[in-house]
């Protein structure tokens, strides 16, 4: 009897696609979302390592030019009011607020270290923002994919025993199907979560570490715009 439980099983066909297609409809929209969750997560990932080795390039060629001894008005001069790296935004936001504080006579109006510091620091906010578009994403489907591939399980599980109990059998050929399909709902939710939190913890502390150099930067340049107005 044993044996020809295990026959009858070993018939079955076990591969992830053939899993798939015999799984209820529940479970087909949990493998689904977590198998979109998956790809999605890996084009923001790729996506990030793109944008922030650019974003370091365009920095390190930038903060160069700005230490070249090129003078500021000069550099502002070619680098235009709304340039396209993320470093040339913030300078050309605190040159642009820099100008804007002469008044017709040459002078100064007042306050303009203050409002040169916020002008840069709204900069450095957008381009936090876009440097940290979609991260949200990763630290989402890192916690929630175990537990919806867990549903998918649970669900799975449940509609073995419903077979159990109709077909009135515990052989292996009636059992085994409906717990694998459910277990390749728990295994596609750690495939989608692993590399998201681990992808979000490295990406997180690089953004961190671009941002602090433009911080860095933003922090240098007014110290120097204030050189200029104590002199």
């Known amino acids: 009897m044993e044996a020809e439980a295990i026959g009858l099983a070993s018939d079955v066909d076990f591969s992830v696609t053939a899993l798939f297609w015999r799984a209820t409809p529940t479970v087909k929209i949990v493998m689904l979302m977590l198998i979109g969750a998956s790809f999605w997560g890996w084009a923001i990932i790729v996506q990030k390592f793109i944008n922030y080795r650019a974003a370091r390039r365009e920095a390190e060629e930038f903060d160069r030019l700005f230490w070249s001894g090129?003078?500021?008005?000069?550099?502002?001069?070619?680098?235009?009011?709304?340039?396209?790296?993320?470093?040339?935004?913030?300078?050309a936001a605190g040159m642009s607020e820099w100008r804007r504080s002469h008044r017709d006579d040459g002078q100064l109006i007042a306050g303009a270290t203050a409002r040169i510091d916020r002008s840069m620091d709204v900069?450095?906010?957008?381009?936090?923002?876009?440097?940290?578009?979609?991260?949200?994403?990763?630290?989402?489907?890192?916690?929630?994919?175990?537990?919806?591939?867990?549903?998918?399980?649970?669900w799975g599980i449940k509609?073995?025993?419903?077979?159990?109990?109709?077909?009135?059998?515990?052989?292996?050929?009636?059992?085994?199907?409906?717990?694998?399909?459910?277990?390749?709902?728990?295994?596609?939710?750690?495939?989608?979560?692993?590399?998201?939190?681990?992808?979000?913890?490295?990406?997180?502390?690089?953004?961190?570490?671009?941002?602090?150099?433009?911080?860095?930067?933003?922090d240098e340049f007014t110290t120097i715009l204030s050189r200029q107005l104590d002199a």
């Open 70 to 91: 090129e003078p500021l008005d000069e550099l502002f001069d070619k680098v235009g009011a709304d340039p396209d790296g993320a470093a040339q935004k913030i300078f």
């Open 123 to 154: 900069a450095i906010s957008k381009q936090e923002e876009k440097l940290n578009y979609g991260l949200g994403f990763l630290a989402t489907t890192g916690a929630t994919a175990p537990f919806i591939g867990l549903f998918g399980t649970v």
């Open 159 to 218: 509609h073995a025993f419903e077979q159990i109990a109709i077909s009135q059998s515990t052989n292996l050929a009636v059992v085994a199907p409906g717990i694998a399909e459910a277990l390749v709902a728990t295994a596609l939710g750690l495939v989608a979560a692993i590399p998201a939190v681990i992808f979000y913890n490295k990406l997180s502390a690089d953004s961190d570490r671009i941002m602090s150099g433009y911080e860095a930067f933003a």
